[in-house]
């Protein structure tokens, strides 16, 4: 018969004893995490007040939340990664509890009837890449804090009631691609901070009621590819900063107060230009 140390026998146990502990608590953590998300969504349904195709129905017990309509979930973890329920004629707020899906990377709330204001609480998402708000009738400031969302490459706010100034603070979105704030009643002018979004290749600010002139620093975003201000009341000249955009195709300010033009310039110059309107 073999015999087995007794001190053998403990170090297995020990090992045992703290592998099935490792395990019971990582599965409550993840469950922990996986019940803020689901508090989260649900207070999201609180918050609307219309779902007239009731698609937020399926928002209950009786399946995973990760099954629940317009919700996308990592494999891995089973954390909500995409927030997807545009289109669906909702009426109602942003929950501020919509900060707390630490995870997601895409909202896209998108032609609805939301109202009331952007929670700031939108800023604490730090995986955020895809903020689509557009087409609602949100009111009330761009919250200064998204721009704590690191991570964002498409920020599409057009067409609500926002009101203020554009807050300087986007200016640290260095992944940022696309920024639209179209049909908008802010007020103040295009921030020189715009000047630091070094991904950006669409700008498209058109009736947004700005004023002021056309910030010179547009002329270091290399990668600028379409630039729209038209129906603003942007002044002063037109800066020949602009000419170093090689990679621009269109460039819209028509009906401002903007004074001179480089159309000439701009043709000679910018041989990828397809479009040029000042006047």
Not at 61 to 78: A, K
Not at 92 to 97: E, Q, T, V
Not at 121 to 146: A, F, M
Request: charged share 15%.
């Amino acid at each position: 018969m073999k015999l087995v140390s007794t001190g053998f026998v403990e170090f297995q146990s020990h090992h045992l004893l703290l592998g099935i502990a490792l395990v019971l608590c990582f599965y409550q953590v993840s469950s922990t995490t996986n019940e803020t998300d689901k508090a989260a969504l649900l207070a999201f349904k609180v918050g609307i007040t219309k779902d007239p195709f009731n698609v937020l129905n399926s928002w209950n017990n009786s399946i995973g939340f990760c099954q629940w309509y317009g919700v996308t979930c990592s494999r891995r973890h089973r954390r909500v990664m995409a927030l997807d329920l545009s289109s669906q004629k909702l009426s109602g707020s942003i929950s501020p509890h919509i900060g707390n899906l630490s995870f997601l990377r895409k909202m896209w709330l998108f032609n609805n009837s939301l109202d009331h204001e952007i929670p700031p609480q939108v800023g604490q998402l730090n995986h955020l890449r895809y903020l689509r708000l557009d087409n609602n009738s949100l009111v009330g400031e761009i919250p200064k804090n998204i721009s704590v969302c690191s991570n964002l490459v498409i920020l599409i706010l057009k067409k609500n009631r926002l009101t203020g100034e554009i807050p300087r603070e986007l200016g640290s979105l260095s992944k940022l691609q696309l920024f639209s704030l179209f049909d908008n009643n802010l007020t103040g002018s295009v921030p020189s901070s715009i000047g630091n979004l070094s991904s950006l290749k669409i700008l498209y600010l058109p009736m947004s009621n700005l004023g002021g002139s056309i910030p010179r620093v547009l002329g270091n975003l290399i990668n600028l590819r379409l630039i729209f201000l038209a129906n603003n009341k942007l002044s002063s000249t037109i800066s020949s900063s602009l000419l170093n955009l090689s990679s621009l195709i269109m460039f819209e300010v028509a009906r401002n107060r903007i004074q001179g033009t480089l159309s000439t310039g701009i043709a000679l110059n910018l041989s990828s230009l397809i479009m040029f309107e000042d006047e």
